[in-house]
């Protein structure tokens, strides 16, 4: 396999670890947006926090390396996306900064005020991130031209279905995870309160997937073909079937795997669009071979993105499995 397409696969790889790990942070910063103000709204933000906190933004590794590789290994894709996409970039992520900031800032507000500006930031924020990454995704699958205009290559029906999607995708992670750290804690009352929203927004991706699908089989048809063609039909096979077990689990009150079918859901997501678009990188403009650079470069790419995998993702594993765990509770707490 040409070393083209081995960097391809590892920069999806990483926007799909983005997607599911980051997705469940960025969900549960929409569950802290849509709690209320009242007692009940104070004890999820409690969980939301109780459950971050080890793992606030740890997963924007996987988003660093994205970056990383995309303009290392394929300079003409990232010259190309960031001339002609970079409104939705720069909202994500002043987005990302006012998340990360605002989750801090409520954790020493002392004025209630203060306090409800930074939960609103930090919520509105959660839900702004996750659909402009999305939406960037949706504007290169819609095939931006090099003359077409910033704002029409930016916005249009598939990159607004995209990042609709994937609000949808990040509420659902985040909701069947916070079921989990209910559990944890022995919070009865929260575990159905995330269990009926993670349903609700399972219901919510499977609308959001199929208006998307029309929206793409108008836009750009021969995408819509693509994916339902292997291998990225085993992906799309896969969210189409995934989604429905996970809420089946939640409605039955099956509170084994749902957690991984889910991380397994959402990642299809990505891995079904980039399989789809495979072998362009901007469809009918830029192939990855196209796009590659040298093949000193890509060696020295690969030989790198394998020693973060080596020695950050073991590191990581840990974390998140101490993590779910609860042992990385203080003493006190």
């Given amino acids: ?53 080890p793992v606030w933004e740890v997963n924007n590794v996987w988003l660093v390396l994205s970056i990383v590789v995309c303009w290392t290994a394929f300079p003409p894709l990232f010259e190309a996306i960031f001339l002609n996409l970079y409104p939705l970039f720069a909202i994500a992520l002043i987005g990302l900064i006012l998340r990360g900031a605002f989750f801090a800032f409520r ?8 306090h409800l500006v930074a939960d609103m930031v930090f919520g509105i924020s959660s839900v702004i991130t996750p659909f402009f990454f999305a939406a960037t995704l949706g504007a290169i699958a819609a095939g931006p031209g090099s003359r077409e205009p910033v704002l029409q290559a930016s916005f249009n029906p598939m990159s607004i279905s995209f990042g609709l999607v994937s609000v949808a995708a990040t509420a659902v992670s985040g909701a069947v995870f916070l079921v989990g750290d209910a559990r944890r804690q022995g919070a009865e009352e929260l575990v159905d309160y995330f269990r009926i929203r993670a349903l609700v927004a399972a219901g919510t991706l499977i609308v959001t997937g199929t208006a998307a699908l029309v929206v793409i089989w108008f836009q750009r048809p021969p995408l ?14 896969g969210v189409m079937v995934l989604t429905p077990i996970v809420a089946l689990l939640l409605w039955r009150r099956i509170l084994r795997w749902y957690r991984v079918l889910t991380v397994a859901a959402v990642g299809s997501l990505v891995v079904a669009w980039g399989f789809a678009q495979s072998p362009y990188m901007l469809p009918g403009r830029l192939t ?27 590191s990581l594993a840990l974390l998140l499995y101490l993590d779910q765990r609860s042992a990385l509770e203080s003493p006190e707490g």
């Fill in 1 to 53: 396999m040409p070393l083209a397409y081995l960097a391809a696969g590892v920069l999806l790889m990483a926007l799909t670890a983005y997607s599911t790990a980051g997705g469940v942070d960025f969900g549960a910063g929409i569950w802290d947006l849509l709690a209320g103000h009242r007692e009940r709204g104070g004890r999820v933000r409690d969980l939301v926090d109780h459950a971050m906190a």
């Fill in 107 to 114: 954790h020493v507000a002392d004025d209630p005020r203060q």
């Fill in 224 to 237: 819509v073909t693509a994916m339902f063609r292997p291998p990225a039909l085993l992906f799309v096979l």
């Fill in 288 to 314: 990855i071979e196209q796009a590659a650079a040298p093949a000193s470069t890509l060696i020295l790419v690969l030989g790198i993105a394998t020693a973060v995998v080596v020695l950050v993702g073991p």
